[in-house]
């Protein structure tokens, strides 16, 4: 599989020869859809806290007897079927919401969003992307020349800090390392831009 690279002048150079593996691999939106899923659920918190019937400020006072007035029988205000009574199955912040998904899942389900960027031509992959200085308006102009001035995804092998500072304060830029590299920010910007050491490190991992 060759990738096509540009420079930092937006300017189209060598090909790059990549894995068939992890970028020419078939559609499966199912696979994908259960790798998102899976993400998601694993970084969720149980921070819900409701209370039992136990748990509920009540009086054991029986609010009426139980024979004679014709209404259904009530033994004390705490119930479940009452407002302001307890719940019957009470959401706890010890709830667990991962899900399980093997490695083999994981990297392949990966490799199909990775292929799928490159049949749709939104993965760009570039030499290198340094900036002298950490200013955002560099970065942007930078960005700007090499004709990516859209929501960006920008993947690089080592974040350096010139890099970072530059890149924080645009608000459609997202700048990760190779190993922060997460399925659903790959799905979410409409570009994803890789240099050639990320691609290299992505072989590594998924390859």
């Known amino acids: 599989m060759e990738l096509k690279v540009i420079n930092e002048q937006g300017q189209a150079g060598a090909t790059l020869q990549a894995s068939d593996t992890l970028f020419a691999r078939e ?3 199912a696979l994908i859809h259960q790798v ?10 149980g921070n819900r806290k409701q209370k039992n019937r136990s748990e509920v400020a009540h ?10 007035t014709g209404r259904a029988r009530a033994g004390m205000s705490s119930s479940t079927i ?12 010890e709830e667990n919401f991962s899900q399980k998904l093997n490695r083999k899942m994981f990297r392949a389900g990966v490799a ?3 292929s ?3 049949r ?22 930078k960005l700007k020349g090499m004709g990516l001035d859209d929501r960006l995804l920008v993947i690089t092998d080592r974040l ?10 645009l608000p459609n830029v997202l700048v990760l390392e190779a190993h922060e590299t997460d399925p659903v920010s790959l799905i979410r910007f409409p570009r994803v831009v890789v240099t050639k050491e990320a691609v290299a490190k992505f072989e590594e991992m998924w390859g």
Not at 162 to 169: F, H, K, Q, T
């Open 120 to 141: 749709q031509d939104r993965l760009v992959v570039v030499d290198s992307l340094t900036v002298e200085a950490p200013k955002t308006k560099l970065f942007a102009q």
């Open 112 to 114: 199909s969003i990775l």
């Open 27 to 29: 559609y499966n939106e």
């Open 82 to 93: 009452w407002r302001g009574g307890g719940r019957a199955f009470p959401n706890t912040p």
């Open 160 to 169: 350096d800090e010139n890099l970072y500072l530059s890149s924080r304060n």
């Open 116 to 118: 799928e960027l490159v």
């Open 59 to 68: 009086s054991t006072h029986k609010p009426w007897r139980q024979k004679g």
């Open 36 to 45: 998102v899923v899976a993400y998601q659920a694993n970084a969720r918190a």
